[in-house]
């Protein structure tokens, strides 16, 4: 055996792991062009290039990034956490943050809460356990806990789908609480006044939950005070029209029905047509969300658009740029002391006025 094989032998040892000394000794290259080959392609010459990579191809080499980033503390990892994976707003938030991160070679370690906030709370004390580079959770309603590993956590903290006070390094998102009141201001502009609004497990979903609340607060400004109809854990079209039967047996001669999404509004509207209420001449219906089926269900839907793959993006970029600055600022002294600083990006929502909505009441 020759002395580069033996060299790859002893390498292996005990974890039968492809190694970059394997990579190296196969292609005829010291283990340092191996490094710069894998971190930047382009800085190695022509000549090794195509060698460096037909040995990787062929023994099958996976970088240990956990290992190339033991000096930095970090790893080249970024920790999100989400409370559902069914949800497609957020499946489309992540999708934006992969794709953005990937670019970069920064890997996701993605976990969902369910909404349950004791979950969060083991999720962060896990992601914070392999040294991520960045975590990013999704709101900002934390139990002490959590608010507590976040704000000792030694790495930027990003905050998404919602702005709210005392963020921690950066916040991108909306205020909940405007939609609810945009929502409110719209149907009490149509002369609704007997109005009901419908969500699901408000107590746990706080985002839901400011809805509701902006929703009551600024119809309160007017002296209405809307019938709210939780449906527990049940976010579904039969939740919706369960949720407008006993609407209409609590609030009779009901004019108007918001849900803090669209599925449940879809419900609403099965409802009313299985029970001859036209849709909107006698019950005005808005949702949240803007999902595919809200402009060509019938009638097309009153409904919210956040811009879920927007804040993706931002909050990528955001963190990213915060990384370049503490890489500069390992170099030579923060020049404005601004290191510090948190910063707050509200990228806002849309009304879609659409025909589920468009009666006007006398």
Request: aromatic residues 6%; proline residues 4%.
């Given at each position: 055996?020759?002395?580069n094989?033996k060299?790859?032998a002893?390498?292996?040892?005990?974890?039968?792991?492809?190694?970059m000394?394997d990579?190296?000794?196969r292609?005829?290259?010291?283990?340092s062009?191996?490094?710069?080959?894998?971190?930047n392609?382009?800085?190695?010459s022509?000549?090794?290039?195509p060698?460096?990579?037909?040995?990787?191809?062929?023994?099958?080499?996976?970088?240990?990034?956990?290992?190339?980033?033991?000096a930095?503390?970090?790893?080249?990892?970024i920790?999100v956490?989400?409370?559902?994976?069914?949800?497609?707003f957020?499946t489309e938030?992540?999708?934006?943050?992969q794709?953005?991160?990937?670019r970069?070679?920064?890997?996701?370690l993605?976990?969902?809460t369910?909404?349950?906030?004791?979950?969060?709370?083991?999720?962060v004390?896990t992601?914070?356990?392999?040294?991520?580079?960045?975590l990013?959770?999704?709101?900002?309603?934390?139990?002490?806990a959590?608010?507590?590993?976040?704000?000792?956590?030694?790495t930027?903290v990003?905050?998404?789908?919602?702005?709210?006070?005392e963020?921690?390094?950066?916040?991108?998102g909306?205020?909940?609480?405007?939609?609810?009141?945009?929502?409110?201001?719209?149907?009490?502009?149509?002369?609704?006044?007997?109005i009901?609004f419908?969500?699901?497990?408000?107590?746990?979903?706080?985002?839901?939950?400011?809805?509701?609340?902006?929703f009551?607060?600024?119809?309160?400004?007017?002296?209405v005070?809307?019938?709210v109809?939780?449906?527990?854990?049940?976010?579904?079209?039969?939740?919706?029209?369960?949720?407008?039967?006993?609407?209409?047996?609590?609030?009779?001669?009901l004019?108007?029905?918001?849900?803090?999404?669209?599925?449940l509004?879809?419900?609403?509207?099965?409802?009313?047509?299985h029970?001859g209420?036209?849709v909107?001449q006698?019950l005005?219906?808005?949702?949240?969300?803007?999902l595919?089926?809200?402009?060509v269900?019938?009638?097309?839907l009153?409904t919210?658009?956040?811009?879920?793959?927007?804040?993706?993006?931002?909050?990528?970029?955001e963190?990213?740029?915060?990384?370049?600055?503490?890489?500069?600022?390992?170099?030579?002294?923060?020049e404005?002391?601004d290191?510090?600083a948190?910063?707050?990006?509200?990228?806002?929502?849309e009304?879609?006025?659409r025909?589920s909505?468009?009666?006007?009441?006398?």
């Amino acid at each position: 055996m020759s002395q580069n094989n033996k060299t790859a032998a002893r390498s292996r040892r005990g974890t039968n792991r492809v190694t970059m000394e394997d990579v190296a000794a196969r292609a005829k290259v010291s283990a340092s062009s191996v490094s710069l080959y894998l971190r930047n392609p382009e800085a190695v010459s022509p000549r090794l290039s195509p060698r460096i990579k037909r040995a990787i191809d062929t023994l099958g080499y996976v970088p240990n990034k956990l290992a190339g980033s033991l000096a930095a503390a970090r790893t080249r990892a970024i920790g999100v956490i989400v409370p559902s994976l069914a949800n497609a707003f957020f499946t489309e938030t992540v999708a934006a943050l992969q794709k953005e991160f990937d670019r970069h070679d920064y890997q996701l370690l993605l976990g969902a809460t369910e909404y349950d906030l004791e979950r969060e709370t083991e999720l962060v004390r896990t992601f914070l356990s392999w040294s991520p580079t960045a975590l990013v959770v999704t709101g900002c309603c934390h139990n002490e806990a959590t608010r507590t590993l976040l704000r000792m956590a030694d790495t930027p903290v990003a905050e998404m789908w919602e702005i709210g006070e005392e963020p921690f390094h950066l916040q991108v998102g909306f205020s909940h609480v405007a939609v609810g009141e945009v929502l409110a201001a719209h149907l009490h502009q149509q002369g609704a006044t007997r109005i009901a609004f419908v969500g699901a497990r408000m107590q746990a979903d706080r985002r839901a939950g400011q809805r509701r609340d902006g929703f009551c607060q600024a119809l309160a400004r007017h002296g209405v005070t809307p019938l709210v109809i939780d449906t527990g854990n049940d976010v579904s079209p039969a939740a919706g029209g369960l949720a407008l039967r006993q609407a209409l047996k609590q609030q009779p001669g009901l004019q108007a029905v918001a849900c803090a999404n669209d599925v449940l509004a879809l419900g609403v509207l099965f409802e009313a047509q299985h029970r001859g209420m036209a849709v909107p001449q006698q019950l005005a219906v808005t949702g949240f969300g803007n999902l595919p089926y809200s402009q060509v269900c019938v009638p097309p839907l009153t409904t919210v658009q956040p811009h879920a793959a927007e804040i993706g993006l931002r909050v990528a970029q955001e963190l990213l740029a915060q990384l370049q600055r503490e890489q500069a600022q390992d170099q030579q002294a923060d020049e404005d002391g601004d290191s510090g600083a948190t910063k707050v990006v509200d990228v806002g929502f849309e009304l879609i006025l659409r025909q589920s909505s468009s009666q006007r009441f006398k």
